[in-house]
């Protein structure tokens, strides 16, 4: 079998007004994370998504996708195993 498949997924940025903390959110999956700036907020959030999508593999629930908008910044996250 070939490589392993992937999904790419719109992130939307905000900045937290009483942290600072810069705050990236993948609304197909409805997951977000933080970080100090742009680099660490989207490090954790790519650990978040593979963990989702993992714990929805193992549930047996489907993975999410959607569909790709001409702008915007785009997470391309590897898919686990038997992803449907």
Do not use: W
Not at 6 to 16: L, M, S, W
Not at 27 to 50: C, K, N, S, Y
Not at 59 to 66: L, Q, Y
């Amino acid at each position: 079998m070939g490589g392993s498949a992937t999904a790419n997924y719109h992130v939307v940025f905000t900045r937290d007004p009483d942290t600072s903390s810069v705050v990236a959110e993948i609304p197909a999956l409805q997951i977000a994370d933080f970080g100090a700036d742009v680099p660490e907020a989207l490090e954790r959030l790519q650990a978040m998504a593979t963990f989702h999508l993992d714990c929805l593999v193992q549930e047996g629930k489907p993975i999410p996708t959607e569909e790709r908008e001409e702008a915007g910044f785009y997470l391309r996250v590897t898919l686990p195993p038997h992803a449907a």
